[in-house]
């Protein structure tokens, strides 16, 4: 039933995303928040005006968490990347989010998507004739917001190319502004913190910071049931989509190519920080994986075994953020 209600192509349904994620994430409202030091500027801006107070962070969360949800479901059907317009990422990016992430609701990386997200809705906009210059310049500009909230995110600049090469013609230009873009904006920043006598500034320790604590997802018992739910689903999920891949027309093929790109380059930043802190944000983990549950839950040929699927989802979400 829950399931089915978010499988529908009813806009209204959207509506309910703030009290998905509110019943989620309720618990962060009495979580401590960690200080964190050595942030990147928007994210230190946005972390001086929070202070410590556990109510603003999460706030900060549900509000982030809700913008995302919505982004992932409006791209998606605004680019048509499903075989049919749905609204199952409304739905499974808050559980997955739950299930996967640390105790607090906010974090860099979390408010960094948006603009990721914004970028690539951006991008994959273009076709294969006419000007496109001007959205992957935007995109590149969005992917730098996205970097000075957590630096990490300019390696996102790899899939603007592979997207350019995926969607276009080759064309030099197409892969040298986008670069420029993203230097642009962190010329923009540095020379605004020289302006404030906030140098001198150096990005790269910010991913090493030794008092940010990352989203452990191994750790506790419940976060371990719902990945035990999880990753068979989404071994499942996988091949839905490349059935979804294999049938669609070539600008499908392309736009959906793109998405994996996107997706794979996540990993490889999960990967990469795993090696250099041990964990990584679990917003980098809930994208990808909500994108592609909806593929397996999109049309089940047995709607009960869809159902109870998602159920053990939730319990085990709301199990961990409870417990």
Not at 83 to 98: G, M, V
Not at 163 to 183: D, N
Request: glycine fraction near 6%; aromatic fraction near 12%.
């Amino acid at each position: 039933m829950l399931a089915a209600i978010f499988r529908s192509n009813q806009p209204a349904v959207l509506l309910a995303v703030p009290l998905v994620v509110g019943a989620l994430f309720l618990p962060a409202l009495w979580q401590q928040p960690v200080p964190s030091a050595g942030l990147m500027p928007l994210a230190q801006l946005v972390q001086d005006l929070l202070g410590q107070s556990p109510w603003a962070h999460a706030l900060a969360g549900w509000f982030l968490t809700t913008v995302v949800t919505v982004q992932m479901a409006v791209l998606f059907n605004a680019l048509e990347l499903y075989d049919r317009r749905n609204h199952l990422p409304a739905l499974l990016l808050p559980i997955t989010l739950a299930g996967l992430g640390g105790p607090g609701a906010y974090d860099p990386a979390l408010l960094g998507m948006p603009f990721a997200l914004l970028a690539f809705r951006r991008a994959w906009s273009i076709n294969n004739t006419g000007a496109a210059l001007g959205a992957l310049f935007d995109a590149s500009l969005l992917i730098g917001l996205a970097a000075l909230c957590y630096l990490p995110y300019a390696f996102l600049l790899a899939v603007l190319w592979a997207s350019a090469s995926l969607l276009r013609p080759f064309a030099w230009r197409e892969y040298v502004l986008p670069t420029l873009g993203l230097a642009f904006v962190f010329y923009l920043a540095w020379a605004a913190l020289v302006l404030l006598h906030r140098t001198p500034w150096r990005p790269l320790p910010t991913v090493m910071a030794p008092d940010q604590v990352p989203a452990m997802i191994w750790s506790g018992t419940a976060r371990r049931a719902f990945l035990v739910l999880l990753i068979p689903q989404l071994l499942l999920a996988f091949a839905a989509f490349n059935r979804s891949h294999a049938q669609s027309v070539m600008r499908g093929k392309n736009l959906r190519s793109s998405f994996m790109a996107f997706a794979m380059a996540l990993v490889v930043l999960m990967a990469m920080l795993s090696l250099l802190r041990g964990g990584f944000p679990a917003v980098l983990a809930a994208v990808p994986a909500a994108a592609l549950l909806g593929y397996l839950h999109m049309g089940p040929r047995r709607a009960w075994l869809a159902e109870t699927a998602v159920l053990g989802l939730v319990l085990t979400a709301i199990w961990a953020r409870w417990a």
